[in-house]
């Protein structure tokens, strides 16, 4: 290739290329398995000396033994063999390896058309075969297996009879550990039920916020994982921990959760700054304490929800769900925000407060956005001068309000 195709090509002829050089590696990939399954066949120990082809291949081309029995094991499926007494040993899928030959079909294609293959009596492998390389032309592997499944359904539509056992103990494992950079670390496995169901919770909390909402989707993913945790904590059916509803204890001095400065204690041996624990603060059951020099507790006070149960379920019917506008998440999703923060002085009280999602209740802290109550005692927000010069109020009119007498 000429040195200076790259910089001056345009990017048809870049495609162009490069669909070339697929077609060339495709198709050495090809003949090389139809060597391979030769060697095999003529028996590799009495050629070369090797144990097995896999051990050969790995050797010749250095690159892992695994890669090697993968390339081996699909070369099989495509090319014909013969057995150590001469019997001929037919391929799953012929046809698909005179056409991977032209080098016109990717690994994963030949992949799925076998997988295919593999789940239809072989009266009836050749029709399929032919359906799905016509298929394959003009689409890529992910289609062929959705049209692989049709078939398999059409030919066997009352699947695999079940066997009659117990169902097996569901799989699932699952580890959460606390790094020393405060960062929290989860991995583990599910089962593919329990799976699903977490994958359609997780899809529903992680609906974009609208056209200016920009998080990637791992990130917005995350922040469903936050949510359903805080729906879970808030459910009343939640198993109690030493006689007391699962919580996170915050501690922090009176003086930083009055000014917003400082750090507070998450937990055993977390933190969190001051300006985070005021949000959390807004909506909250509080203890206070007295401590002396050495932080030993001299007196506590009663434990005691922030907001109480009837001014909630007022402010529930008031709202609807979070008041930001354009937000849909409902009341179960949401915290009380006091307007004016119940530290410097603000009353716990309908007209104080405001519904909202933890998303924008952090976004309320953090940003130019303000909230007040309107004269006809609903919520109202102002953007920052950077959205909207003439800070026009907004609502949310998303929720349906409550029905009135006629």
């Keep these: 290739m000429d040195r200076n195709f790259a910089w001056q090509a345009d990017p048809v002829a870049l495609a162009d290329r490069i669909s070339t050089l697929l077609g060339v590696v495709r198709t050495a990939e090809a003949e090389l398995g139809t060597l391979l399954v030769e060697i095999e066949t003529r028996g590799v120990l009495e050629l070369f000396g090797y144990r097995s082809v896999p051990h050969?291949?790995?050797?010749?081309?250095?690159?892992?033994?695994?890669?090697?029995e993968k390339l081996l094991k699909r070369a099989r499926t495509i090319n014909p063999?013969?057995?150590?007494?001469?019997?001929?040993?037919?391929?799953?899928?012929?046809a698909t390896g005179s056409v991977a030959a032209s080098g016109s079909l990717s690994n994963p294609m030949i992949d799925t058309i076998v997988a295919t293959l593999t789940q239809i009596p072989p009266e009836h492998r050749e029709e399929a075969e032919q359906s799905l390389l016509s298929f394959a032309e003009d689409s890529g592997h992910k289609q062929v297996a959705a049209l692989g499944a049709r078939i398999v359904a059409h030919l066997d539509p009352d699947g695999t009879a079940?066997?009659?056992t117990e169902p097996a103990t569901p799989q699932r494992e699952l580890s959460l550990r606390r790094k020393k950079t405060g960062i929290w670390e989860l991995s583990g496995h599910l089962d593919d039920e329990t799976g699903t169901r977490a994958s359609a919770l997780l899809d529903s909390l992680a609906q974009r916020r609208g056209s200016e909402d920009h998080r990637s989707p791992a990130e917005r993913y995350g922040d469903a994982f936050s949510d359903a945790i805080d729906l879970a904590l808030n459910t009343p059916d939640l198993p109690t921990q030493a006689g007391e509803r699962a919580h996170v204890m915050v501690t922090i001095p009176l003086q930083n959760l009055t000014s917003g400065l400082g750090t507070a204690l998450l937990g055993d041996t977390g933190t969190m700054s001051a300006a985070e624990a005021r949000i959390h603060a807004c909506d909250c059951r509080l203890i206070p304490a007295v401590l002396d020099s050495a932080s030993a507790p001299?007196?506590?006070?009663?434990?005691?929800?922030?907001?109480?149960?009837?001014?909630r379920n007022a402010l529930y019917l008031r709202d609807r769900g979070c008041a930001f506008p354009g937000c849909h998440r409902p009341p179960r999703h949401c915290q009380g925000h006091h307007i004016r923060h119940w530290a410097d002085g603000g009353p716990t009280d309908l007209m104080n407060l405001a519904l909202m999602c933890a998303h924008h209740h952090r976004l309320l802290h953090r940003s130019g956005w303000e909230v007040r109550i309107a004269a006809d005692g609903l919520p109202e927000f102002l953007p920052p001068v950077w959205l909207d010069k003439r800070r026009q109020p907004r609502r949310n009119n998303l929720h349906q309000p409550i029905p009135t007498a006629a």
């Design 56 to 68: 050969l291949l790995a050797q010749l081309a250095d690159i892992p033994k695994s890669t090697a």
């Design 81 to 94: 063999s013969r057995a150590l007494d001469g019997a001929p040993i037919p391929a799953i899928a012929p």
């Design 162 to 164: 079940p066997e009659e």
């Design 298 to 311: 001299l007196d506590l006070g009663r434990a005691r929800r922030l907001i109480p149960t009837h001014i």
